[in-house]
């Protein structure tokens, strides 16, 4: 079957770095996305990674090696109003499945 | 420019009812999605059409959903007879290129079927 793992919660300090983990395991892997979903709203996107290696877009950047099933978004000086949940989510091609398979989320919480 | 529209925001209803929600995508974006979201199974992609052509529904639970695009600004997703069990926020959301490209949420229909 198709599997996405990652943590639960993270804490993290205001100003810091921070990284969250996805791994997956899954069958006819296309690619990877990221998105911040805020308590009570919609997801929002912030990546889409196809290739191995880093992708920056401002404070946040995402990673992905597809030979260890594994990608991570990392987010820099970070900010109060990036406490949120996160979603990986893998896209995939001839699954016989569903195409696009979700993780639960990691909950960051940002402290002053 | 709007966004994607969903209504109604809330919907309380009872075991056995019909319940439809409804989507209205950006204007221009030819791909249309219908999520599910609940605290056990995360967030579940249901269904997705291109040029309002149902291209995938490998997601949806059962035979009790379903879901109809009759033109590019309109998209229903229909529970029928509906059960306590698909208590849920369902997203729907639309894009300009498929799957692999990004995609813009809607508010979401928070229900509840009691």
């Known amino acids: 079957g198709q599997n996405i793992d990652q943590p639960t919660e993270m804490t993290a300090t205001e100003g810091a770095i921070v990284q969250i983990n996805c791994t997956y395991q899954?069958?006819?892997?296309?690619?990877l996305f990221w998105y911040q979903q805020h308590a009570g709203e919609a997801p929002t996107f912030l990546s889409y990674?196809?290739?191995?290696g880093l992708e920056e877009k401002g404070r946040f950047s995402s990673f992905l090696s597809r030979s260890k099933g594994y990608s991570y978004l990392l987010l820099k000086e970070l900010q109060m109003k990036d406490s949120a949940s996160y979603l990986c989510?893998?896209?995939?091609?001839?699954?016989?499945?569903?195409?696009?398979?979700f993780g639960k989320g990691t909950r960051l919480s940002v402290i002053a | 420019d709007a966004g994607v529209i969903q209504s109604p925001r809330h919907e309380v209803t009872e075991m056995g009812q019909e319940v439809t929600l409804r989507c209205k995508p950006i204007?221009?974006?030819?791909?249309l999605f219908w999520y599910r979201q609940t605290m056990m199974r995360g967030l579940e992609l249901l269904i997705y059409?291109?040029?309002?052509?149902?291209?995938?529904d490998s997601g949806m639970p059962e035979d009790r959903f379903s879901a109809k695009m009759p033109n590019a600004s309109f998209s229903t997703l229909k529970i029928q007879p509906s059960e306590p069990r698909d208590s849920a926020v369902y997203f729907c959301?639309?894009?300009?290129?498929?799957?692999?490209?990004?995609?813009?949420f809607g508010p979401g229909t928070r229900l509840t079927v009691t």
């Open positions: 059409f291109n040029n309002n052509v149902p291209i995938d």
């Open positions: 990674n196809v290739l191995d």
């Open positions: 959301a639309s894009s300009n290129t498929g799957l692999a490209s990004e995609q813009y």
């Open positions: 204007s221009g974006h030819n791909s």
């Open positions: 989510a893998a896209l995939l091609r001839n699954s016989g499945n569903t195409p696009l398979v």
């Open positions: 899954t069958s006819g892997f296309n690619g």
